[in-house]
């Protein structure tokens, strides 16, 4: 098996079907009765996001023992190595995914994706002040990387983490908006051919659905609910066709 090219950007798959495994299972109490979200959907995105990581890192692990040089390529290629974030950012939401079943394991995937984040972070920083990133290589991957930390504290508060979830939430939030602005202008969106990169925009979805989701839980009027609801259905609606795309493509 050739596993030189597997995209590291596949990651991203992690974190769109766990991040909607969890947002899924936050709306719950919030549509009790016929439109509540059974537990053979929230928990089934949740174990995709589990298979996905446990899967996608023996491969990848794999891929390190036969090809080293292109996963270090993949680390320090400016148009690859901010996918690799994807890694510690899905890693952070199949922790709140499995700490009901396994707190213990929820808390070691946290902390660890924590540190690899901002490790990730601190790398990307250091390359691109050290003049090695040009504004024609700003990706997708570069989102995750930067602003993925708005994710951690999702899972992160809810296993007690609070000080470090309010850490990497304001650094990844203070770089959201120069990075959006760099990615729109650089790389039209329309432009884009499908691939790995477009899971990338499955977490900010997630994270839309998951946010309207807990405000409309301290504020449940039925405006409020409705907007969770539409929010949970479009990240459904586009991490199912990615799922799909993915599958049929390969």
Not at 170 to 199: E, I
Not at 227 to 245: H, K, S, Y
């Amino acid at each position: 098996m050739n596993l030189k090219p597997l995209h590291v950007g596949f990651y991203g798959a992690v974190m769109g079907l766990a991040g909607l495994g969890l947002t899924a299972r936050a709306a719950a109490p919030l549509f009790p009765g016929t439109f509540r979200a059974p537990a053979y959907f929230t928990e089934l995105w949740v174990a995709l996001g589990v298979l996905a990581l446990a899967l996608l890192l023996l491969l990848y692990f794999l891929k390190l023992l036969r090809n080293p040089a292109a996963v270090r390529d993949d680390f320090t290629n400016p148009l690859t190595m901010g996918f690799c974030a994807a890694l510690p950012v899905g890693m952070s939401l199949v922790a709140g995914g499995v700490a009901p079943y396994s707190p213990l394991l929820g808390h070691i995937l946290w902390w660890t994706a924590f540190g690899m984040l901002l490790a990730f972070q601190v790398w990307g920083l250091v390359r691109w002040l050290s003049g090695g990133i040009e504004l024609a290589q700003v990706n997708a991957g570069w989102l995750i990387l930067m602003v993925g930390g708005i994710v951690l504290p999702g899972p992160g508060i809810a296993l007690g983490h609070d000080e470090a979830a309010r850490f990497t939430f304001g650094v990844s939030a203070s770089a959201a908006p120069v990075l959006m602005a760099l990615l729109v202008y650089s790389r039209p969106l329309a432009r884009w051919p499908f691939g790995p990169p477009w899971w990338a925009f499955t977490f900010p979805l997630d994270a839309l659905a998951y946010a309207a989701v807990r405000y409309a839980q301290e504020h449940p009027s039925v405006l409020w609910k409705s907007i969770a609801a539409v929010a949970l259905a479009l990240a459904t609606l586009f991490v199912t066709l990615v799922l799909l795309r993915t599958l049929i493509r390969r």
